[in-house]
């Protein structure tokens, strides 16, 4: 089965606004295209990527999408609309759906000052649009009230896929279990939510990590979720802060070390190939470019 690299992200700080990325981002405080994940890419052995937004703009999810159409490689592009303006949403997901490769959505709502900002009504009817075009929508679940919506977004919002980024961020540099662990449990309780084995890096020990740190929480998840709604991701670039795409994808094979092979090559791409509509060379439907 092909292998799919389910969460990666460009930006070009000369054509992009991007407020959360700042000089005290060190080393990702750059541009980054595809040219240079390419070689990367191509050393793991990871055929399509799903390229995910940077920020909440139209001008990043253009931008996504012109690289998908010059770029074989990038297998689904996962934009951006104002859920919260649903009305406005309505018509930029019908301009966007008629893009091959847009496949999802997501909204920073970690820098949204209201940590609840995702329960807000028009938000509510803004994911209820992305249920009925049956498009995923990303959770960025960095606090623990993050997680604890996705229950409460798949009661209210019936027929909603959900995608929670990066296992929701697992307490791994603090060997810490709870409140993580349950509330997995609960977000997993619900049949229409997936998780990415992404961004686990980044809350380790970016100097000492490896497979072994990561292996309880992907464990778990693998318990919860089982491989058929578990997918795993780089994060790159933010990857770069604890490591390189090579350590990343060696190391969460090595924490992948449990599953058998079926199981791997689901959680390695079969499943963000199902849940995103990613295609290969071959497929009916597949659209090769340049790359």
């Known amino acids: 089965m092909p292998v799919v690299d389910a969460h990666q992200h460009f930006w070009n700080l000369r054509t992009g606004s991007y407020p959360?990325?700042?000089?005290?981002?060190?080393?990702?405080?750059?541009?980054?295209?595809?040219?240079?994940?390419?070689?990367?890419?191509?050393?793991?052995?990871v055929e399509r990527t799903v390229l995910v937004q940077a920020m909440d703009s139209y001008a990043d999810t253009d931008a996504m999408l012109a690289q998908a159409d010059a770029h074989?490689?990038?297998?689904?592009?996962?934009?951006?609309?104002?859920?919260?303006?649903?009305?406005?949403?309505?018509?930029?997901?019908?301009?966007?759906?008629?893009?091959?490769r847009f496949a999802g959505v997501r909204h920073l709502i970690h820098d949204e000052p209201d940590p609840d900002w995702v329960l807000q009504d028009a938000v509510i009817e803004g994911l209820r649009l992305l249920a009925a075009a049956d498009l995923p929508?990303?959770?960025?679940?960095?606090?623990?009230?993050?997680?604890?919506?996705?229950p409460v977004l798949a009661e209210r919002v019936p027929g909603l896929r959900m995608v929670i980024d990066?296992?929701?961020?697992?307490?791994?540099?603090?060997k810490g279990w709870e409140p993580w662990a349950s509330l997995l449990a609960r977000a997993a309780e619900c049949p229409g939510v997936h998780a990415k084995v992404s961004g686990l890096n980044t809350a380790a020990d970016a100097a000492t990590w490896t497979g072994a740190d990561l292996r309880p929480y992907v464990e778990h998840a693998v318990e919860l979720f089982g491989p058929e709604r578990l997918m795993f991701g780089s994060d790159w670039p933010v990857?770069?802060?604890?490591?390189?795409?090579?350590?990343?994808?060696?190391?969460?094979?090595?924490?992948?070390?449990?599953?058998?092979?079926?199981?791997?090559?689901?959680?390695?791409?079969?499943?963000?190939?199902?849940?995103?509509?990613?295609?290969?060379?071959?497929?009916?439907?597949?659209?090769?470019?340049?790359?």
């Open 20 to 45: 959360w990325l700042t000089p005290e981002h060190g080393p990702i405080f750059r541009t980054f295209e595809p040219e240079e994940l390419l070689p990367q890419l191509a050393a793991a052995g």
């Open 239 to 291: 990857a770069t802060l604890a490591g390189d795409y090579a350590k990343v994808w060696r190391e969460t094979r090595a924490a992948l070390s449990g599953l058998d092979e079926a199981g791997r090559a689901m959680v390695l791409g079969g499943t963000a190939a199902r849940c995103y509509g990613v295609t290969f060379p071959g497929d009916p439907g597949d659209q090769e470019v340049a790359s």
């Open 72 to 100: 074989a490689f990038i297998g689904a592009v996962v934009g951006w609309v104002p859920l919260h303006r649903p009305d406005e949403a309505a018509g930029a997901l019908e301009r966007y759906r008629r893009h091959p």
């Open 166 to 174: 990066h296992l929701a961020k697992p307490p791994i540099k603090e």
């Open 137 to 150: 929508f990303d959770v960025v679940a960095v606090l623990p009230r993050h997680l604890e919506h996705v």
